[in-house]
């Protein structure tokens, strides 16, 4: 497996839309382990905030521009609609470079143990963001989980909801379930790699979806997902962009115990709104959307852990330097792909 020396790594960012913009090229600034070489978009507003935000970056309008000059870079970083995730991954493994593919991985399960055996027959290392790993909420739920004060865990509940019955504006509203898209596609790639890595793997799945969105030709725009797990665990996962008021976040129901937690992690909108990684504020919630504890009528808040996506990029460049694991083993998504597979094939 080639690795990277000790000079910063050498990146390059594809598509500049709320992925490369609000998570990859903010992450890959404030990590002094990288540097930010390249920022391919054609767009001409995304060109010019590329150019306002990261002056020092050379920006390029294709792909094709960007493998002309592979040599000069390490690692590619696809923030691109997923179907178009495939045809890039390959190309880059092609020319030796390391890829990070923003999720959704691949529209098929096919498709990405392909991506897999081509990373490993070419001596590059392929991850997936799946950056929800890193949510302050998350994060502490599994310290939650690991004290062991809920006991036997029976019951999973995970939404991820929101109001938005004009669309989400993007690539979401029109990439076609077969291209990879829909909200199961899209958000089922959260919460159903959440559950698998809080409660292990699926014996069994089930899902309903629907399309209630203004796009009648577009994929689903809400979906329903039961998952029982091998250590007896039943995950029940929601996802809905027309949901007029939201659910919990996380409703868990244990032997000893319950715990719910209300509001999304907070730091995409600090991201999206130029908060850098560094700031002391970045990745703490604030104690009214904490987390409670407890019985009905005996509860008490539990201190959130601070959200952490630097993390990703922290992993993932001791793993390019023969250090330690990818932050993601692609073969996790590849999984959640199949129970996804197995929920449209229901429909």
């Known amino acids: 497996m080639r690795t990277v020396a000790a000079a910063p790594i050498r990146t390059a960012v594809v598509g500049f839309g709320i992925s490369g913009r609000v998570f990859h090229a903010p992450l890959i600034a404030a990590n002094p382990d990288f540097s930010l070489d390249v920022i ?3 767009n001409p507003e995304r060109v010019a905030e590329a150019a306002r935000l990261y002056p020092q970056t050379r920006i390029l309008a294709t792909p094709e521009e960007l493998f002309a000059e592979a040599g000069n ?13 495939f045809g890039l991954a390959a190309t880059a493994i092609a020319h ?6 923003d999720k959704p991985f691949v529209p098929t399960s096919d498709l990405g143990e392909e991506l897999i055996s081509r990373a490993a027959d070419g001596g590059v290392q392929l991850t997936v963001f799946q950056n929800r790993r890193w949510d302050a909420d998350f994060l502490t739920l599994r310290k939650v989980l690991a004290s062991g004060v809920l006991g036997d865990i029976s019951s999973f509940e995970s939404r991820f909801e929101w109001w938005r019955p004009e669309g989400f504006g993007n690539w979401r509203d029109t990439v076609s379930l077969a291209e990879g898209g829909g909200i199961l596609h899209d958000l089922g790639a959260h919460l159903i790699d959440q559950a698998i890595q809080l409660f292990g793997p699926v014996d069994r799945s089930y899902g309903e979806t629907a399309n209630r969105g203004p796009h009648p030709d577009a994929a689903d725009t809400e979906a329903f997902v039961s998952l029982q797990h091998a250590s007896g665990v039943r995950s029940r996962l929601w996802m809905n962009g027309m949901a007029a008021q939201a659910g919990p976040r996380f409703h868990v129901l244990g032997s000893r115990s319950g715990y719910t937690k209300w509001g ?3 730091q995409e909108p600090a991201l999206a709104a130029e908060l850098p990684p560094s700031d ?3 990745g703490v919630e604030p104690q009214e959307r904490w987390g409670l504890l407890g019985a009905d009528g005996a509860t008490v808040p539990v201190p959130a852990e601070r959200g952490a996506y630097p993390q990703f990029y922290a992993g993932l460049s001791a793993a390019l330097r023969g250090d330690g694991p990818l932050p993601v083993n692609p073969s996790e998504p590849l999984e959640v792909l199949r129970v996804i597979e197995g929920i449209h094939a229901m429909a």
């Open 40 to 42: 391919v978009t054609s």
């Open 73 to 85: 870079l390490d690692l590619v970083i696809l923030g691109t609609p997923p179907d178009t995730h």
């Open 96 to 101: 030796g470079l390391h890829v990070v593919v």
């Open 280 to 282: 002391p504020a970045y």
């Open 264 to 266: 999304l992690d907070g």
